[in-house]
């Protein structure tokens, strides 16, 4: 599975960016997709997560309403809609994906870094 995110860069507070994740190396019909950010000197966390049908969308309480996340069959991408962006929403910016009978994700893609200036 190769993974490969993009989109991320320099965008001011309440501004908006659009991140996609380049799926490829096998079929991902019984996968489940994600995005995960790192802030410097804080954990790893959760942010949003797609069946690869596209269903089944789930959030951390921090990016409802703001972020969307949606597959895009033409392109084998999963992107990250994010509007209404934030200073602490600074942060890397992973896709990773696991299969349905996993609860672990397995399959990480690079990071694209995201900095929201106040």
């Known amino acids: 599975v190769q993974l490969q995110a993009s989109g991320g860069g320099l965008v001011q507070a309440g501004g908006s960016l659009r991140l996609s994740c380049a799926a490829s190396?096998?079929?991902?019909?019984?996968?489940?997709m994600g995005w995960f950010r790192q802030a410097p000197g804080k954990e790893r966390e959760f942010v949003a997560g797609?069946?690869?049908?596209?269903?089944?969308?789930v959030y951390a309480d921090s990016a409802k309403d703001r972020f969307t996340i949606s597959r895009d069959s033409a392109k084998n991408t999963v992107d990250l809609q994010m509007n209404s962006l934030k200073p602490e929403d600074t942060a890397v910016y992973y896709c990773a994906a696991r299969t349905i009978f996993e609860i672990e994700y397995r399959f990480w893609g690079q990071g694209t870094l995201v900095t929201v200036s106040s």
């Open positions: 797609i069946l690869w049908s596209g269903s089944s969308t």
């Open positions: 190396g096998r079929t991902f019909s019984n996968y489940r």
